[in-house]
């Protein structure tokens, strides 16, 4: 069974998880971590000294078992979310045989959106009913068990984009609440986006790519955000969104 960990925790018993585990969670550290202090995610990098963050490691994305072990972490990380502070985010690493390592990208934005489109369909709870169920609309974001999440990959095959690039897939989850201090419309907001857009430009081998906005922005879509491409091209206007909610998934 899946489990979620605390950083306090892993630190303490990281030698006695699987040596992929043990990889996984090292590696992770020493880029949000790093010594010279250049990881772009301020908040992310913050969460993670502060014991903010939250992780769980699962099996290989492709598999059913990964689905069922990612509804359990993300119902079980609801409940605590909110007490673990400002900057909440659960971590959540996957099996990534060698196989899997050597796919393209374009393989990994699929797995990537088929493993979100079987986790819906495994949701028991109505999706809210503040949220549009359409991909393409401005306020939309992926919802699960009643909470809205901004969702982040990363993967093997982003090499340019380095800030997407981990030697495992990773995919973070951050509840929307957490924006609500840290948007478009408040002064902290904007100063941390300002710092963050300047780490990535000293990050990135590409520039920041155009699809990052705030929510909320009627030209913004999120779903553009959770899974970027390694070079700088935008997906066409006319793009359609991989991910299809359930029309009974609709609270009434």
Not at 48 to 62: M, N, Q, S
Not at 175 to 188: I, Y
Not at 191 to 199: E, I, T, Y
Request: charged content about 25%; hydrophobic content about 35%; aromatic content about 14%.
């Amino acid at each position: 069974m899946a489990q979620l960990y605390a950083k306090s925790c892993l630190d303490q018993n990281l030698r006695s998880l699987e040596e992929w585990k043990q990889d996984a969670f090292t590696q992770f550290g020493e880029m949000v971590g790093d010594e010279a202090d250049t990881f772009p995610c301020v908040p992310g990098r913050q969460g993670f000294f502060l014991d903010h963050l939250r992780y769980g490691f699962v099996g290989d994305l492709r598999g059913d078992g990964a689905v069922n072990e990612l509804a359990e972490l993300l119902k079980e990380y609801q409940g605590c979310a909110k007490q673990t502070g400002q900057y909440a985010s659960f971590i959540c690493f996957f099996e990534t045989p060698q196989d899997l390592k050597e796919s393209p990208i374009e393989e990994f934005e699929q797995q990537f959106w088929s493993l979100l489109q079987r986790l819906h369909q495994k949701d028991e709870v109505p999706w809210p009913a503040e949220i549009p169920l359409d991909p393409h609309h401005h306020e939309w974001e992926y919802c699960f068990h009643g909470e809205a999440y901004f969702i982040l990959c990363s993967t093997p095959a982003h090499k340019l984009r380095k800030s997407r690039h981990f030697p495992y897939v990773m995919m973070a989850f951050q509840p929307r609440w957490v924006f609500e201090k840290l948007n478009g419309s408040t002064k902290f907001g904007q100063k941390m986006s300002q710092l963050v857009r300047k780490r990535l430009k000293a990050y990135d081998q590409v520039d920041v790519h155009p699809s990052l906005k705030w929510y909320g922005d009627p030209t913004n879509h999120e779903w553009k955000q959770y899974f970027l491409p390694d070079e700088e091209a935008e997906k066409p206007a006319s793009a359609k969104c991989p991910f299809t909610a359930l029309k009974n998934m609709m609270k009434l």
